[in-house]
Every structure is written in C-alpha cells, then in structure tokens.
C-alpha cells in the first residue's frame, strides 16, 4: 500500500521558518518527479514546487521563489520543502504529491499519489 506521510507543518509567526518532509513507503518511485501543493479553503488546490528523480531540474510557483527550496534524498525516499521568510499568506494544508513527469507536477493535473497533507499556519 502506498503512502506518502507529511510532516513539520505547524504555527509560526511572519518571517519565521518551516521544513517539511514527505516520506514515501508501499513501492519504489524511481524516476517519478514528486512535488507539493497547498490548498486553502474555498480554493484550488495550488502546485507549490516540484522536482524531478534526479534533482536535475526544479519548479516553483511564483509566489514562493527566492523563499522556498525543494529537495529530495532518493535513498531515504523523501522530499523536503525548506520554507523560509513565511507571510501569512502562505497558511495552508500543504500536501505532498507524487507523478511520473515533472511537467504533471507543474500541471497539478493526473497526479498519481497524494498524501494527506500537514497544516501551515503563519501568524501576523
């Protein structure tokens, strides 16, 4: 069975710091891009950042650039999203997601694995 567990979601004030983690169990992903989204309610869910198997080539939208790095470990299964000088605008459930092409990622479309998500939360 597959899995994708978030975690290191929680509450921080503007400015602060975040790192998640997303660790994947239940099969092996080789050569799938995996990435994060956010969803807030009453609104899309939104493609955050994406990278491909190798960390070759990385995606992020526009609201997070220069703030937020994505990174993987391809022997521990897992992703990371380092979120650094958080506004409040970025409080959301964060999720972590799974797909062959990176291009999927960017698209946030025929994603294969979602995981449940992990809330953040950035205080004024």
């Known amino acids: 069975q597959v899995q994708l567990v978030e975690s290191g979601g929680g509450l921080v004030q503007a400015g602060g710091s975040l790192r998640l983690s997303c660790a994947a169990s239940?099969?092996?992903?080789?050569?799938?891009?995996m990435g994060w989204f956010r969803q807030v309610p009453g609104k899309e869910r939104e493609p955050v950042a994406g990278?491909?198997?190798?960390?070759?080539?990385?995606y992020y939208a526009d609201s997070v650039k220069g703030r937020f790095t994505i990174s993987r470990d391809n022997a521990k299964s897992t992703i990371y999203l380092q979120m650094n000088s958080l506004k409040p605008e970025d409080t959301a459930v964060y999720y972590c997601?799974?797909?062959?092409?990176?291009?999927?990622?960017?698209?946030?479309?025929?994603?294969?694995?979602w995981g449940r998500g992990t809330q953040v939360t950035v205080s004024s």
């Open positions: 239940g099969r092996t992903f080789s050569y799938y891009a």
């Open positions: 997601a799974v797909e062959k092409y990176l291009s999927g990622i960017v698209a946030g479309t025929a994603i294969d694995y």
């Open positions: 990278i491909s198997w190798l960390s070759s080539s990385t």
